[in-house]
């Protein structure tokens, strides 16, 4: 059974950190392209971060450049998103999902299994 798993949404103020992360279950997840994306209140869903298969090649949204990083560890089939100097205007509901293209792709539509979300409020 495939499954993706998101964990470590919290509460946080601004100026904090968190770290999510991705268990994926049910297939190996380093022939996989992983995406984070994140969906906030009447908003589309948006692509945060992603990391390719085999050279690493990562993409980062302007407004998260220099404070959030993307890292995968294939031999615990786990994803990760680092999540610094956090603002108000990241909080959303984050997804992570993955494609079966080596590349990563922006296009929601690309990506064959998602996860469930995982909660970010960044609030004082």
């Known amino acids: 059974q495939v499954q993706l798993v998101e964990s470590g949404g919290d509460l946080v103020h601004p100026g904090g950190s968190l770290r999510l992360s991705c268990v994926a279950s049910?297939?190996?997840?380093?022939?996989?392209?992983i995406g984070w994306f994140r969906q906030a209140p009447g908003k589309e869903r948006e692509a945060v971060s992603c990391i390719s298969s085999s050279d690493g090649y990562t993409y980062y949204v302007n407004s998260v450049k220099g404070r959030f990083t993307i890292s995968r560890d294939d031999a615990k089939n786990t994803a990760y998103l680092q999540m610094n100097s956090l603002k108000p205007e990241d909080t959303a509901v984050y997804y992570c999902a993955v494609t079966k293209n080596y590349y990563y792709t922006l296009v929601l539509k690309d990506y064959n299994y998602w996860g469930q979300g995982t909660q970010v409020i960044v609030s004082s």
């Open positions: 049910g297939f190996t997840l380093e022939h996989y392209a």
